[in-house]
Protein backbone atom coordinates (compact mmCIF):
# COMPACT_ATOMS: atom_id res chain seq x y z
CA UNK A 1 0.00 0.00 0.00
CA UNK A 2 1.79 3.11 -1.08
CA UNK A 3 0.59 6.71 -0.09
CA UNK A 4 1.41 8.72 -3.20
CA UNK A 5 1.93 12.78 -1.97
CA UNK A 6 0.04 14.48 -4.45
CA UNK A 7 -3.21 15.78 -4.38
CA UNK A 8 -4.88 14.08 -7.14
CA UNK A 9 -4.29 10.50 -5.43
CA UNK A 10 -5.73 11.93 -2.45
CA UNK A 11 -8.77 12.47 -4.15
CA UNK A 12 -8.66 9.42 -5.80
CA UNK A 13 -8.45 7.81 -2.66
CA UNK A 14 -10.88 9.60 -1.16
CA UNK A 15 -13.44 8.37 -4.33
CA UNK A 16 -12.34 4.74 -3.74
CA UNK A 17 -13.55 4.57 -0.62
CA UNK A 18 -16.73 6.50 -0.43
CA UNK A 19 -18.99 3.72 -1.51
CA UNK A 20 -17.49 1.96 1.79
CA UNK A 21 -18.08 5.08 4.25
CA UNK A 22 -21.72 4.24 5.32
CA UNK A 23 -22.92 1.13 6.49
CA UNK A 24 -19.56 -1.31 5.71
CA UNK A 25 -16.98 1.24 7.71
CA UNK A 26 -19.42 1.49 10.97
CA UNK A 27 -19.89 -2.06 11.74
CA UNK A 28 -16.21 -2.83 10.20
CA UNK A 29 -13.68 -0.40 11.26
CA UNK A 30 -12.06 -1.81 14.24
CA UNK A 31 -10.88 -4.58 12.53
CA UNK A 32 -7.62 -4.83 11.75
CA UNK A 33 -6.72 -6.83 8.87
CA UNK A 34 -3.11 -6.82 8.51
CA UNK A 35 -1.67 -4.43 5.76
CA UNK A 36 -1.82 -6.78 2.60
CA UNK A 37 -5.52 -6.70 2.99
CA UNK A 38 -8.49 -4.58 1.91
CA UNK A 39 -9.67 -2.96 4.68
CA UNK A 40 -13.20 -0.71 5.91
CA UNK A 41 -10.94 2.18 7.33
CA UNK A 42 -10.54 5.25 4.75
CA UNK A 43 -6.30 4.80 5.07
CA UNK A 44 -7.03 9.01 3.85
CA UNK A 45 -5.03 10.48 6.99
CA UNK A 46 -1.63 11.32 5.23
CA UNK A 47 -3.81 13.47 2.98
CA UNK A 48 -6.09 14.79 5.71
CA UNK A 49 -2.76 15.45 7.99
CA UNK A 50 -1.23 17.64 5.91
CA UNK A 51 -4.24 19.34 4.04
CA UNK A 52 -3.56 17.98 0.71
CA UNK A 53 -7.18 17.08 0.90
CA UNK A 54 -9.07 18.70 3.85
CA UNK A 55 -11.63 17.72 5.80
CA UNK A 56 -14.43 19.61 4.60
CA UNK A 57 -13.53 18.89 1.41
CA UNK A 58 -14.14 14.85 3.10
CA UNK A 59 -17.73 15.63 4.27
CA UNK A 60 -18.55 17.21 1.54
CA UNK A 61 -17.92 13.87 -0.67
CA UNK A 62 -19.38 11.43 1.79
CA UNK A 63 -22.25 13.70 2.78
CA UNK A 64 -23.48 13.70 -0.72
CA UNK A 65 -23.09 10.35 -1.26
CA UNK A 66 -25.18 9.36 2.17
CA UNK A 67 -27.93 10.15 3.98
CA UNK A 68 -26.13 11.65 7.10
CA UNK A 69 -27.73 9.25 9.99
CA UNK A 70 -25.59 6.59 7.60
CA UNK A 71 -22.47 8.00 7.41
CA UNK A 72 -22.29 9.13 11.06
CA UNK A 73 -19.83 7.07 12.28
CA UNK A 74 -17.33 7.81 9.79
CA UNK A 75 -18.49 11.90 10.03
CA UNK A 76 -17.84 11.65 14.16
CA UNK A 77 -13.93 10.05 13.31
CA UNK A 78 -13.76 12.98 10.80
CA UNK A 79 -14.14 15.65 13.74
CA UNK A 80 -11.66 13.30 15.99
CA UNK A 81 -9.05 15.36 14.03
CA UNK A 82 -10.25 18.87 14.32
CA UNK A 83 -11.21 18.39 18.47
CA UNK A 84 -7.33 17.32 19.05
CA UNK A 85 -6.39 20.40 17.22
CA UNK A 86 -8.48 22.78 19.00
CA UNK A 87 -7.85 21.01 22.08
CA UNK A 88 -4.12 21.04 21.74
CA UNK A 89 -4.41 24.79 20.52
CA UNK A 90 -6.01 25.74 23.86
CA UNK A 91 -3.60 23.83 26.01
CA UNK A 92 -0.45 24.53 24.24
CA UNK A 93 1.45 23.43 27.79
CA UNK A 94 0.94 19.94 27.12
CA UNK A 95 2.94 20.10 24.28
CA UNK A 96 5.96 21.77 25.62
CA UNK A 97 5.61 19.26 28.73
CA UNK A 98 6.28 16.58 26.09
CA UNK A 99 8.74 17.72 24.52
CA UNK A 100 10.62 18.18 28.06
CA UNK A 101 9.31 14.31 28.99
CA UNK A 102 11.04 13.46 25.79
CA UNK A 103 15.06 15.10 26.60
CA UNK A 104 14.41 13.86 29.94
CA UNK A 105 13.73 9.91 28.78
CA UNK A 106 15.83 10.16 25.95
CA UNK A 107 18.81 10.91 28.15
CA UNK A 108 18.27 7.43 29.66
CA UNK A 109 17.20 4.87 27.06
CA UNK A 110 17.95 1.25 27.71
CA UNK A 111 17.97 -2.05 25.94
CA UNK A 112 14.02 -2.65 26.42
CA UNK A 113 13.79 0.44 24.35
CA UNK A 114 15.96 -0.44 21.37
CA UNK A 115 14.54 -3.74 21.26
CA UNK A 116 10.80 -2.04 21.48
CA UNK A 117 11.81 0.13 18.35
CA UNK A 118 13.06 -3.01 16.30
CA UNK A 119 10.74 -5.37 16.59
CA UNK A 120 12.50 -7.36 19.35
CA UNK A 121 10.44 -6.97 22.19
CA UNK A 122 9.22 -10.82 22.36
CA UNK A 123 5.41 -10.22 21.65
CA UNK A 124 4.59 -11.07 18.32
CA UNK A 125 2.03 -8.36 17.50
CA UNK A 126 3.73 -5.59 18.61
CA UNK A 127 6.88 -6.47 17.11
CA UNK A 128 4.52 -7.20 14.07
CA UNK A 129 3.39 -3.47 14.43
CA UNK A 130 6.96 -1.99 14.73
CA UNK A 131 7.71 -3.66 11.39
CA UNK A 132 4.75 -2.49 9.71
CA UNK A 133 5.09 0.92 10.82
CA UNK A 134 8.71 1.68 9.77
CA UNK A 135 8.17 -0.13 6.08
CA UNK A 136 4.36 1.40 5.56
CA UNK A 137 4.26 4.61 7.65
CA UNK A 138 1.18 3.69 8.57
CA UNK A 139 -0.92 1.53 11.27
CA UNK A 140 -4.85 0.68 12.05
CA UNK A 141 -6.13 3.27 14.72
CA UNK A 142 -6.94 0.29 16.30
CA UNK A 143 -3.20 -0.93 16.32
CA UNK A 144 -2.13 2.05 17.23
CA UNK A 145 -4.05 1.89 20.45
CA UNK A 146 -2.98 -1.69 21.37
CA UNK A 147 1.00 -0.34 20.86
CA UNK A 148 0.50 2.48 22.72
CA UNK A 149 -0.86 0.59 25.45
CA UNK A 150 1.63 -2.38 25.38
CA UNK A 151 4.40 -0.02 25.41
CA UNK A 152 3.30 1.75 28.45
CA UNK A 153 1.55 -1.12 30.77
CA UNK A 154 3.53 -4.58 29.65
CA UNK A 155 7.12 -3.08 28.57
CA UNK A 156 6.67 0.20 31.01
CA UNK A 157 8.64 2.50 28.59
CA UNK A 158 7.76 6.59 29.02
CA UNK A 159 4.90 7.22 26.92
CA UNK A 160 7.04 10.18 25.31
CA UNK A 161 9.33 7.50 23.79
CA UNK A 162 6.58 5.90 22.26
CA UNK A 163 4.90 9.15 20.27
CA UNK A 164 8.13 10.32 19.28
CA UNK A 165 8.81 7.12 17.47
CA UNK A 166 5.03 7.30 16.26
CA UNK A 167 5.93 10.73 14.88
CA UNK A 168 9.44 9.56 13.49
CA UNK A 169 7.53 6.92 10.95
CA UNK A 170 3.24 7.53 10.50
CA UNK A 171 3.11 9.67 7.08
CA UNK A 172 0.21 11.31 9.10
CA UNK A 173 2.18 12.05 12.36
CA UNK A 174 0.65 15.12 13.65
CA UNK A 175 1.33 17.10 16.73
CA UNK A 176 -2.36 17.40 18.18
CA UNK A 177 -3.61 13.77 17.27
CA UNK A 178 -0.52 11.64 18.30
CA UNK A 179 0.21 13.48 21.28
CA UNK A 180 -3.10 13.20 23.03
CA UNK A 181 -4.24 9.64 21.55
CA UNK A 182 -1.16 8.54 23.72
CA UNK A 183 -1.89 10.60 26.85
CA UNK A 184 -5.37 9.13 26.48
CA UNK A 185 -4.18 5.39 26.41
CA UNK A 186 -2.09 6.18 29.26
CA UNK A 187 -5.03 8.21 31.01
CA UNK A 188 -3.74 11.67 31.34
CA UNK A 189 -6.22 12.80 28.86
CA UNK A 190 -9.40 12.16 30.18
CA UNK A 191 -8.37 11.72 34.16
CA UNK A 192 -7.36 7.70 35.27
CA UNK A 193 -9.81 6.87 32.27
CA UNK A 194 -6.77 4.60 30.39
CA UNK A 195 -7.03 1.89 27.83
CA UNK A 196 -5.67 -2.05 28.46
CA UNK A 197 -4.38 -4.18 25.34
CA UNK A 198 -5.91 -7.48 25.78
CA UNK A 199 -5.03 -10.57 24.43
CA UNK A 200 -8.96 -11.45 23.46
CA UNK A 201 -9.74 -8.02 21.99
CA UNK A 202 -6.48 -8.41 20.25
CA UNK A 203 -7.42 -11.76 19.10
CA UNK A 204 -11.24 -10.98 17.86
CA UNK A 205 -10.14 -7.51 15.46
CA UNK A 206 -7.13 -9.13 13.64
CA UNK A 207 -9.45 -11.91 13.28
CA UNK A 208 -7.20 -14.38 14.85
CA UNK A 209 -4.39 -12.94 13.26
CA UNK A 210 -3.10 -12.42 17.09
CA UNK A 211 -3.29 -13.87 20.56
CA UNK A 212 -0.58 -12.47 23.02
CA UNK A 213 -2.17 -15.38 25.93
CA UNK A 214 -0.11 -14.29 28.98
CA UNK A 215 1.92 -11.59 27.59
CA UNK A 216 0.28 -8.23 28.22
CA UNK A 217 -0.35 -6.70 31.70
CA UNK A 218 -3.18 -7.23 33.37
CA UNK A 219 -4.11 -3.87 35.08
CA UNK A 220 -3.40 -0.44 34.12
CA UNK A 221 -2.77 2.28 36.49
CA UNK A 222 -3.39 5.74 34.95
CA UNK A 223 -0.08 7.87 34.36
CA UNK A 224 0.80 10.30 36.58
CA UNK A 225 0.93 14.08 35.80
CA UNK A 226 1.53 16.46 38.82
CA UNK A 227 0.16 19.92 37.47
CA UNK A 228 -2.98 20.71 35.21
CA UNK A 229 -2.76 22.06 31.76
CA UNK A 230 -4.59 25.62 32.27
CA UNK A 231 -7.05 26.53 28.89
CA UNK A 232 -5.53 29.39 26.87
CA UNK A 233 -7.99 31.41 24.54
CA UNK A 234 -7.53 30.96 20.66
CA UNK A 235 -6.35 33.95 18.96
CA UNK A 236 -8.25 35.50 17.25
CA UNK A 237 -8.93 34.96 13.34
CA UNK A 238 -6.98 36.48 10.86
CA UNK A 239 -8.33 36.84 7.16
CA UNK A 240 -5.76 38.11 4.43
CA UNK A 241 -5.31 38.01 1.29
CA UNK A 242 -2.27 37.00 -0.55
CA UNK A 243 -2.22 39.88 -3.51
CA UNK A 244 0.48 42.02 -2.11
CA UNK A 245 2.41 39.00 -0.19
CA UNK A 246 4.60 35.97 -0.01
CA UNK A 247 2.94 32.76 0.10
CA UNK A 248 4.48 30.69 2.58
CA UNK A 249 3.75 26.82 2.34
CA UNK A 250 4.36 24.29 4.89
CA UNK A 251 3.47 20.82 5.98
CA UNK A 252 0.25 22.31 8.33
CA UNK A 253 -1.75 22.68 5.36
CA UNK A 254 -0.45 22.02 1.53
CA UNK A 255 -3.13 23.52 -0.39
CA UNK A 256 -3.76 27.39 1.11
CA UNK A 257 -4.12 28.43 -1.90
CA UNK A 258 -8.04 26.81 -1.40
CA UNK A 259 -9.32 29.12 0.84
CA UNK A 260 -6.66 32.19 1.01
CA UNK A 261 -7.57 34.35 -1.97
CA UNK A 262 -5.34 36.34 -4.25
CA UNK A 263 -2.51 35.98 -6.51
CA UNK A 264 0.67 35.74 -4.39
CA UNK A 265 4.09 38.31 -5.31
CA UNK A 266 6.00 35.03 -4.27
CA UNK A 267 5.69 31.38 -2.98
CA UNK A 268 7.99 30.30 -0.36
CA UNK A 269 7.47 26.16 -0.27
CA UNK A 270 9.62 25.10 3.00
CA UNK A 271 10.41 22.21 5.67
CA UNK A 272 12.66 21.38 8.31
CA UNK A 273 15.41 18.95 7.50
CA UNK A 274 14.57 15.17 8.65
CA UNK A 275 15.91 12.10 8.85
CA UNK A 276 14.93 9.92 5.35
CA UNK A 277 12.29 7.55 5.62
CA UNK A 278 8.95 7.64 4.51
CA UNK A 279 7.03 10.02 6.81
CA UNK A 280 9.89 12.87 5.33
CA UNK A 281 9.51 11.85 1.89
CA UNK A 282 5.73 12.75 1.73
CA UNK A 283 6.17 16.05 3.70
CA UNK A 284 9.04 17.55 1.25
CA UNK A 285 6.93 16.13 -1.61
CA UNK A 286 3.37 17.31 -0.23
CA UNK A 287 4.43 20.65 0.67
CA UNK A 288 6.22 20.90 -2.60
CA UNK A 289 4.05 19.74 -5.31
CA UNK A 290 2.50 23.00 -6.21
CA UNK A 291 5.94 24.56 -7.22
CA UNK A 292 9.77 22.84 -8.32
CA UNK A 293 10.88 24.84 -5.48
CA UNK A 294 11.42 23.98 -2.03
CA UNK A 295 13.63 24.89 0.88
CA UNK A 296 15.00 22.82 2.96
CA UNK A 297 16.20 24.21 5.92
CA UNK A 298 15.93 24.78 10.13
CA UNK A 299 16.72 28.30 9.58
CA UNK A 300 13.13 29.25 8.64
CA UNK A 301 13.80 33.34 9.66
CA UNK A 302 16.69 33.60 6.77
CA UNK A 303 14.59 31.56 4.39
CA UNK A 304 11.10 33.69 4.97
CA UNK A 305 12.86 37.40 4.92
CA UNK A 306 15.28 36.32 1.45
CA UNK A 307 11.87 35.03 -0.13
CA UNK A 308 10.07 38.14 1.00
CA UNK A 309 12.89 40.16 -0.04
CA UNK A 310 12.83 38.92 -3.45
CA UNK A 311 8.94 39.00 -3.93
CA UNK A 312 9.62 42.60 -2.77
CA UNK A 313 7.16 42.31 -0.01
CA UNK A 314 6.50 43.26 3.66
CA UNK A 315 3.74 40.97 3.59
CA UNK A 316 4.11 37.05 4.29
CA UNK A 317 0.68 35.03 4.42
CA UNK A 318 0.28 31.29 5.80
CA UNK A 319 -2.28 28.73 6.60
CA UNK A 320 -2.46 29.15 10.85
CA UNK A 321 -0.01 26.45 12.24
CA UNK A 322 -1.71 24.87 14.91
CA UNK A 323 0.57 24.32 18.20
CA UNK A 324 3.94 21.84 16.98
CA UNK A 325 7.49 22.44 15.25
CA UNK A 326 6.21 24.80 12.86
CA UNK A 327 4.51 27.25 15.27
CA UNK A 328 7.04 27.51 16.68
CA UNK A 329 9.67 28.17 14.05
CA UNK A 330 6.95 30.62 12.57
CA UNK A 331 6.85 32.48 16.19
CA UNK A 332 10.97 31.88 16.26
CA UNK A 333 11.23 34.16 13.32
CA UNK A 334 8.49 36.39 13.92
CA UNK A 335 10.15 38.47 16.20
CA UNK A 336 12.90 38.92 13.50
CA UNK A 337 11.12 39.44 10.69
CA UNK A 338 8.80 42.24 12.59
CA UNK A 339 12.47 44.07 13.39
CA UNK A 340 12.86 43.92 9.32
CA UNK A 341 9.14 45.56 8.94
CA UNK A 342 7.87 42.09 7.43
CA UNK A 343 4.92 41.28 9.42
CA UNK A 344 3.82 37.34 9.25
CA UNK A 345 0.08 36.51 8.97
CA UNK A 346 -1.54 33.45 9.75
CA UNK A 347 -5.20 32.77 8.38
CA UNK A 348 -7.00 30.02 9.75
CA UNK A 349 -9.37 27.98 7.53
CA UNK A 350 -13.30 28.48 8.64
CA UNK A 351 -13.71 24.95 9.29
CA UNK A 352 -11.03 25.32 12.45
CA UNK A 353 -12.92 28.58 13.57
CA UNK A 354 -15.68 26.64 13.51
CA UNK A 355 -14.36 23.59 14.41
CA UNK A 356 -11.93 24.55 17.32
CA UNK A 357 -14.12 26.80 19.61
CA UNK A 358 -16.08 23.86 21.50
CA UNK A 359 -12.74 21.42 21.49
CA UNK A 360 -12.52 22.93 25.24
CA UNK A 361 -13.29 19.24 27.49
CA UNK A 362 -13.92 16.24 25.69
CA UNK A 363 -14.95 15.09 22.45
CA UNK A 364 -18.60 14.77 23.45
CA UNK A 365 -18.64 18.49 23.65
CA UNK A 366 -17.82 18.85 20.24
CA UNK A 367 -19.50 15.78 18.74
CA UNK A 368 -23.08 17.81 19.99
CA UNK A 369 -22.37 20.32 17.56
CA UNK A 370 -21.64 18.53 14.32
CA UNK A 371 -25.00 18.73 12.78
CA UNK A 372 -24.69 23.22 13.61
CA UNK A 373 -21.06 23.02 12.26
CA UNK A 374 -21.73 20.82 8.88
CA UNK A 375 -25.03 23.74 8.30
CA UNK A 376 -22.89 26.06 9.08
CA UNK A 377 -20.27 24.68 6.37
CA UNK A 378 -23.48 24.45 3.91
CA UNK A 379 -23.27 20.60 4.51
CA UNK A 380 -25.95 20.15 6.46
C1 LIG B 1 -1.65 6.16 19.94
C2 LIG B 1 -2.29 6.82 18.73
C3 LIG B 1 -1.54 7.69 17.98
C4 LIG B 1 -2.14 8.33 16.88
N1 LIG B 1 -1.36 9.19 16.13
C5 LIG B 1 -1.92 9.84 15.08
C6 LIG B 1 -1.15 10.74 14.29
O1 LIG B 1 0.03 11.02 14.55
N2 LIG B 1 -1.75 11.34 13.22
C7 LIG B 1 -3.05 11.08 12.91
O2 LIG B 1 -3.53 11.64 11.91
N3 LIG B 1 -3.80 10.26 13.65
C8 LIG B 1 -3.29 9.63 14.72
N4 LIG B 1 -4.06 8.76 15.45
C9 LIG B 1 -5.51 8.69 15.17
C10 LIG B 1 -5.96 7.59 14.21
O3 LIG B 1 -5.36 6.38 14.54
C11 LIG B 1 -5.65 7.91 12.73
O4 LIG B 1 -6.07 9.22 12.40
C12 LIG B 1 -6.39 6.92 11.82
O5 LIG B 1 -6.01 5.61 12.14
C13 LIG B 1 -6.07 7.23 10.37
O6 LIG B 1 -6.49 6.18 9.53
P1 LIG B 1 -7.66 6.37 8.49
O7 LIG B 1 -7.43 7.56 7.65
O8 LIG B 1 -7.82 5.07 7.78
O9 LIG B 1 -8.89 6.61 9.45
P2 LIG B 1 -10.46 6.50 9.19
O10 LIG B 1 -11.00 5.55 10.20
O11 LIG B 1 -10.77 6.19 7.77
O12 LIG B 1 -10.99 7.94 9.59
C14 LIG B 1 -11.13 9.01 8.64
C15 LIG B 1 -10.38 10.21 9.12
O13 LIG B 1 -10.87 10.66 10.38
C16 LIG B 1 -9.80 11.13 11.20
N5 LIG B 1 -9.67 10.23 12.36
C17 LIG B 1 -10.14 8.99 12.51
N6 LIG B 1 -9.88 8.51 13.74
C18 LIG B 1 -9.21 9.48 14.38
C19 LIG B 1 -8.67 9.60 15.70
N7 LIG B 1 -8.76 8.62 16.60
N8 LIG B 1 -8.04 10.74 16.01
C20 LIG B 1 -7.93 11.76 15.14
N9 LIG B 1 -8.45 11.71 13.88
C21 LIG B 1 -9.07 10.59 13.52
C22 LIG B 1 -8.55 11.07 10.34
O14 LIG B 1 -8.36 12.28 9.69
C23 LIG B 1 -8.90 9.97 9.34
O15 LIG B 1 -8.16 10.06 8.14
C24 LIG B 1 -3.50 8.10 16.55
C25 LIG B 1 -4.24 7.21 17.33
C26 LIG B 1 -3.63 6.57 18.39
C27 LIG B 1 -4.45 5.59 19.22
Not at 126 to 155: K, V
Not at 217 to 243: C, G, N, R, S
Request: with cysteine; charged share 20%; hydrophobic share 40%.
Amino acid sequence: MTFEPTRAAGLARLNEFTPRAAKQYGSQRNFDLGSTQQSAVSKLSPWIRHRLVTEQEVLARILGAHPPAEAISFVQEVFWRGYFKGWLEQHPSVWDSYLTGLNMAQESLGNDYADAISGRSGIACFDHWCTELIQTGYLHNHARMWFASIWIFTLRLPWELGADFFLTHLIDGDPASNTLSWRWVGGLHTKDKTYLASASNIARFTNGRFEPLGQLAETADALIEPFDHPLVPLPPAQHKTVDDALLLITQEDCTPQTFIAGRPLGVLNIVSPRNAGLAADFTQHGVSQASDTLVISDDWTTAIIDAAQHAKTNHVVTAYAPVGPVATALTLAKATLSKKGIELHQTRRPYDNLTWTHATAGFFKLRKKIPQILRDLDLG
